[in-house]
């Protein structure tokens, strides 16, 4: 418990202290705090060698103060708890409490990014909730403190699954590893899980987007969508030659997430009154939006994808038409930041969809 308390000895120091919270925002404070964790999120001591190492994908040999915090119930509630009340032990200090918001509350990336497949799940049950939380009542803080393109990348990374048996169960109460949840403490994110966390942080992009929109914030989201229905329809080749249970894993995932996706582009659309700067923010990214739905939703051989696809067709003509005003350009700035893809219209593929139809998961 060791973090939770250093965490409860800064917030007696910061708290009604003035002084104390301006040194310790001009002497970046709250970054070494982050950067602290960033460093130790996959540290472990080698009992043999004993050095310490750095391991993305490996399961510690003995847990470090970070891997403790994500693996026990009690310490992610009782962290959980300190970072609120460190927030509000700060109120009095805009900018250190915005600080507090954007690097330890809401960054997604440190307490998510790169433990999918880890041991330890308790933080996960801890903190999604809270953020949520936090984003519903603050949408517009939420928005200014989050990368969106991170959030894409952990969607991404949650729905690539690991080839473990345990991590194929789905029948089990989220987030347990206790004694009578028949796994071991060091089973890594069931598909559940991962499903929840997926739902979770799509909420909470709508949340935010719901707002106000940028070609900055609906970029990576398009470019999901674009990059993963590429993917499928290569996977449509491929699928008769890979037979891993991994490879069928993943697959199925990335395409329940890229429904899942689809289907908040068009809440998105549907939102009434119209989001500000939604539909601009489309042309900028795509030039012609019709073309792009057309080609990359509609143009499936998923019948949920098809029909995602047709309502947001029958969207964008309606907006159009409400607003006298064709969405489309001559052509698409693709300079998006934080896409990995250039997000574009893509051209039809009409060779693979007569055969890909009768290949349905």
């Avoid at 800064?10 to 709250?30: I, T």
């Avoid at 991404?156 to 048996?165: A, K």
């Avoid at 169960?169 to 890594?188: A, E, H, Q």
């Avoid at 289907?263 to 939102?271: G, I, S």
């Amino acid at each position: 418990m060791i973090i939770p308390s250093l965490f409860n000895l800064l917030v007696s120091f910061l708290r009604d202290h003035h002084e104390n919270s301006r040194e310790f925002l001009r002497c970046g404070g709250v970054d070494i705090v982050e950067q602290t964790l960033s460093e130790n999120k996959f540290f472990f001591k080698d009992k043999k060698s004993k050095k310490k190492s750095i391991a993305n994908s490996f399961h510690p040999s003995e847990l470090t103060v970070t891997s403790a915090l994500r693996s026990s119930p009690k310490i992610s509630k009782e962290f959980v708890d300190v970072l609120i009340d460190l927030r509000d032990a700060c109120s009095h200090n805009l900018p250190l409490t915005e600080k507090i918001y954007s690097q330890l509350l809401f960054n997604d990336e440190l307490w998510f990014g790169g433990v999918s497949n880890s041991i330890g799940v308790a933080l996960h049950g801890a903190l999604l909730p809270l953020l949520s939380s936090l984003a519903k009542s603050s949408p517009n803080r939420a928005l200014a403190c989050v990368d969106v393109k991170e959030m894409i990348n952990l969607i991404h990374e949650y729905t690539t699954v690991d080839n473990t048996e345990e991590t194929l169960l789905v029948d089990s109460i989220l987030f347990d590893r206790g004694p009578n949840s028949g796994m071991k403490p060091t089973v890594p994110l069931t598909i559940n899980e991962r499903r929840y966390f997926v739902d979770v942080i799509l909420s909470i992009l709508i949340i935010m987007l719901s707002t106000k929109t940028s070609k900055t914030t609906i970029g990576p989201v398009l470019n999901f969508i674009s990059y993963n229905m590429d993917l499928e329809w290569e996977a449509v080749n491929m699928d008769a030659q890979v037979t891993t249970n991994a490879w069928k894993c993943t697959r199925k995932e990335r395409l329940l997430s890229t429904k899942k996706v689809c289907t908040a582009l068009l809440f998105l659309m549907q939102c009434s009154p119209i989001i500000p700067g939604f539909y601009e923010s489309l042309v900028e990214c795509l030039g012609d939006v019709t073309s792009w739905t057309l080609c990359c939703i509609v143009n499936s051989y998923d019948d949920e994808l098809i029909s995602l696809g047709i309502h947001c067709l029958k969207t964008i003509l309606e907006v159009s038409q409400s607003l006298s005003t064709a969405f489309s350009t001559d052509s698409a700035d693709n300079s998006v930041t934080g896409s990995r893809l250039n997000v574009e219209p893509t051209s039809p593929r009409p060779s693979k969809l007569k055969n890909a139809k009768d290949d349905k998961v």
